[in-house]
Structures are given as C-alpha cells and as structure tokens.
C-alpha cells in the first residue's frame, strides 16, 4: 500500500499563502487520483481538493480559487498550493489516494498530516 508524508504546515498571518507537499512512498500512485483533506479540531475530515491520473481538478467550494492542487509522478509528490488563507482554514491537512470523484473520504493508509495555522 503506497503510504504518504505530508509536510510544509506553518503558522501563517490571514492573507498569506502556503505550499504543501505530500511525498507518496512509491511510484504506484500515479495510477491513482489523490486528493487532499483537512481535519480542524471538533471536525469530520473534508476533501478539499482532487486530482485525476489526467489532471482533472474539483475542489470544496470554500476554498475555489484560493487552492491549487498539482501532481508530479515523476518525483511522486502532490503539492497544495493555498493563498489568501483564512483563519478557518486552519487544520490538519493530509493527503490520500482516492477511488474516484465520488470518494470523499479517503481509500489508502493515512500519514501523520501537517499543520497549518492561521492567525494574526
């Protein structure tokens, strides 16, 4: 099972923009869509963003036109590119492959995540 390391969290001011990465352990996830969720405190985990083998995009309507989700299968990494961030923004972000648009949840191993805050 391909497992995954999230990194690039950090305490941001509202307004600022942040990248995150997830490095999956082997090269087998270019065969699958992989998505990234978030989890704040006293929440359900949500999908925030998906990416297809092909590239299609979808994204939770909050963050559309902030976030940007990308995939390079030749160094097996998935970044999520935030801007204009929001306090309720702040969470536990991790990433994850998922069976298809439909899958809202989650199918492979989970990493530990990486925080981001933010707060003036």
């Known amino acids: 099972q391909v497992q995954f390391v999230e990194s690039g969290g950090a305490l941001v001011k509202p307004g600022e923009s942040l990248k995150l990465s997830c490095q999956a352990s082997?090269?087998?996830?270019?065969?699958?869509?992989m998505a990234w969720f978030r989890q704040a405190p006293g929440n359900q985990r949500e999908r925030v963003a998906l990416?297809?083998?092909?590239?299609?995009?979808d994204y939770l309507y909050d963050v559309t036109g902030r976030f940007i989700i990308s995939r390079d299968d030749a160094k097996n990494m998935v970044y999520l590119q935030m801007s204009t961030l929001k306090p309720e923004d702040a969470a536990v972000y991790y990433c994850?492959?998922?069976?298809?648009?439909?899958?809202?949840?989650?199918?492979?191993?989970w990493g530990q995540g990486t925080q981001v805050t933010v707060s003036s």
């Open positions: 990416i297809t083998k092909g590239g299609w995009t």
């Open positions: 994850n492959v998922v069976r298809d648009y439909s899958d809202m949840t989650g199918s492979g191993s």
């Open positions: 082997t090269s087998a996830f270019r065969f699958y869509a």
